[in-house]
């Protein structure tokens, strides 16, 4: 069984740039969560795909956004990066309404 | 306004003692409490969780309590060894949400 994977592991952007995270789901699940972690916080809600619509979002601008593909692999973009988006950006998968299995995190830096 | 507390930032236990990390909340409607493992340079794995028609739920070396009165979960991990040492996030759901709402975290140190 294959655990949930990110990608890339580590991205540098300078301010206003857009950047695309991904991130493949375990086998089994249709649902994929994005969560951001600054540091010393506990992970914070950005939304939920759940085939391929989106499921629930969080407290967070509609420069985020995402994408669930029919493989259930997603995407989460990030348009006009702003310091404050310095990060470790977690996906985690799971069925619907069940735990989640989080993925090792991207860790972004925004200059 | 946070709905998950830790209040405890770190922990420090002696191997094979009792390790008992603490969380409240505040939001009456969440019925679904996961604990999480975290290393450092990993997603944060999951350990246990607990629906909220249970006060107890075990799993080998891990135990969590509910008091829902008290709006107070608990994990115990007995006993506890080094490689335990990671941050425990605890993390809390209401039926009809898509969301996990996580505490900050506590720092569990087992020292040998």
């Known amino acids: 069984e294959t655990g949930v994977t990110q990608s890339p592991t580590h991205l540098i952007k300078t301010r206003g740039q857009q950047v695309t995270l991904r991130c493949s789901s375990q086998s089994g699940h249709n649902t994929v969560s994005w969560y951001q972690q600054a540091l010393g916080q506990g992970p914070q809600f950005i939304f939920q795909?759940?085939?391929?619509?989106?499921?629930g979002r969080g407290n967070f601008p509609p420069r985020f956004s995402g994408l669930q593909f029919p493989n259930y692999s997603s995407e989460l973009n990030v348009n006009a990066l702003e310091l404050d988006d310095s990060a470790l950006y977690l996906c985690a998968s799971s069925a619907l309404g069940t735990a989640q299995y989080f993925g090792p995190g991207t860790r972004l830096t925004v200059l | 306004d946070q709905q998950v507390k830790q209040n405890s930032p770190s922990l420090s236990v002696q191997e094979g003692r009792i390790s008992i990390l603490n969380c409240d909340y505040t939001?009456?409607?969440?019925?679904?409490f996961l604990w999480y493992k975290k290393y450092p340079a990993e997603g944060p794995t999951f350990l246990i969780s607990i629906s909220s028609i249970k006060d107890k739920n075990e799993d080998g070396r891990f135990t969590v309590f509910l008091n829902k009165s008290a709006k107070h979960l608990s994990l115990h991990i007995v006993p506890s060894q080094p490689g335990d040492s990671a941050v425990y996030f605890c993390?809390?759901?209401?039926?009809?949400?898509?969301?996990?709402?996580f505490g900050p975290g506590t720092r569990l140190s087992v020292l040998p």
């Open positions: 939001n009456s409607m969440f019925d679904y």
């Open positions: 795909y759940y085939r391929e619509e989106e499921n």
């Open positions: 993390a809390a759901k209401v039926n009809y949400g898509q969301n996990f709402v």
